[in-house]
């Protein structure tokens, strides 16, 4: 499944959209790369969309959460998907600045 990544209409971010594997890999990053340029205290990530994330994806993400927190803001991620939580199960403490909205 391909990955699509779109603005968010009502707050700073984007919206994923597809799977964030070893084929999509080059996209997240570039997807990525424009998330955490984003103006604003928080920055939005809507996962609702993301069907699958293996370890490299989540790693991508915590690098871009450690990017947005360096330029003292926040990433905020929204509806991670199963992998995601699996993931973050295995790997806690590489995991741990990883931030989901309630």
Same mark, same amino acid.
């Given at each position: 499944?391909?990955?699509?990544?779109?603005?968010?209409?009502?707050?700073?971010?984007?919206?994923?959209?597809?799977?964030?594997?070893?084929?999509?890999?080059?996209?997240?990053?570039?997807?990525?790369? /424009?998330?955490?340029?984003?103006?604003?205290?928080?920055?939005?990530?809507?996962?609702?969309?993301?069907?699958?994330?293996?370890? $490299?994806? /989540? %790693? %991508?993400?915590?690098? $871009?959460? %450690?990017?947005?927190?360096?330029?003292?803001? *926040?990433?905020?991620?929204?509806?991670?998907?199963?992998?995601? *939580?699996?993931?973050?199960?295995?790997?806690?403490?590489?995991?741990?600045?990883?931030? /989901? %909205?309630?």
């Amino acid at each position: 499944m391909p990955l699509t990544a779109q603005p968010l209409r009502d707050r700073p971010g984007a919206l994923l959209r597809g799977s964030c594997d070893l084929d999509t890999r080059p996209f997240l990053s570039a997807a990525l790369g /424009v998330v955490v340029r984003i103006p604003g205290p928080v920055v939005h990530l809507d996962l609702s969309g993301v069907a699958f994330l293996d370890a $490299a994806a /989540v %790693a %991508a993400l915590v690098q $871009a959460n %450690a990017t947005v927190t360096g330029q003292g803001r *926040r990433l905020l991620l929204h509806h991670p998907p199963y992998s995601l *939580r699996k993931v973050v199960e295995m790997f806690p403490d590489e995991c741990a600045a990883l931030e /989901v %909205a309630a």
